[in-house]
């Protein structure tokens, strides 16, 4: 190698070094307290373009390329609070985003807490959240999915709803709502094994003490099997 080999190798090397140096300060940086709070910023003022309210995220923690954890968040529509949940903990692989798959090892959820009220036309709140976007009037068909989807664990822990509406069949309050399920979507079929649902309602009181099922199929067929029921 001449001169000018050597020399094209060495600026090679050295532009190398400052982009896995680039790398290395990019990562660090999203794990200051800066960045954390920008970025949770930002999925407040996002979430406002969807949504005929105002999300309120309390904390963010987390390296944000394998898990994070969001604490205190609150859905509000003034002057109500529609959804507060104590804590959402997740935990993923970003890797397999690069071959279109979304990896998700776990996915909890505590305490979350629903208000549902049901107006004099009957109208529900929550069929209210929605905002309507540009892209929901337009006409231009929107492209296939074509992500797989892996979630390993979903856990919704401690759940309740308040429920206000003049139809007395239905529950004034449901408590202790437990769910943990695992699901696999590929391509168009999906596949999902729920392990466990429960929940208790007052006034009517009933009490749902576990079901679980396996339910696989896609837009034209359903399938239920290994249906346990216990109340």
């Known amino acids: ?59 963010l923690e987390g390296n944000l390329y394998g898990d994070f954890t969001l604490k ?45 009220e049901q107006d004099a036309e009957g109208t529900w709140n929550l069929t209210q959240l929605p905002r309507e976007t540009a892209q929901d009037t337009t ?23 308040f429920i206000v509406s003049t139809d007395s069949l239905i529950p004034k309050r449901i408590e202790n709502i437990f769910l943990e399920f695992t699901l696999d979507y590929v391509g168009e079929d999906f596949g999902l094994r729920l392990d466990t649902f429960a929940l208790e309602t007052r006034h009517p009181s009933i009490q749902l003490r576990s079901l679980g099922a396996e339910i696989s199929g896609n837009s034209r067929l359903l399938n239920i099997t290994n249906l346990d029921l216990k109340t």
């Open 72 to 116: 205190n968040i609150s859905l509000i529509t003034e002057p109500d609070t529609v959804l507060a949940i104590a804590e959402i903990r997740a935990g993923y692989s970003i890797w397999p985003l690069l071959s279109k798959s979304v990896f998700i090892d776990s996915l909890i959820v505590i305490n979350p807490v629903l208000h549902m």
């Open 1 to 59: 190698m001449g001169a000018l080999g050597w020399k094209i190798a060495k600026y090679l090397v050295y532009a190398l070094l400052a982009l896995i140096l680039l790398v290395v300060l990019s990562l660090a940086f999203t794990q200051t307290p800066i960045f954390k709070s920008w970025l949770k910023g930002y999925i407040e003022d996002r979430a406002s373009e969807f949504i005929n309210g105002r999300l309120v995220i309390g904390k």
């Open 139 to 161: 006409s231009a068909p929107s492209g296939e999915f074509d992500y797989e989807i892996h979630l390993n664990r979903f856990r919704m822990q401690d759940g309740s709803t």
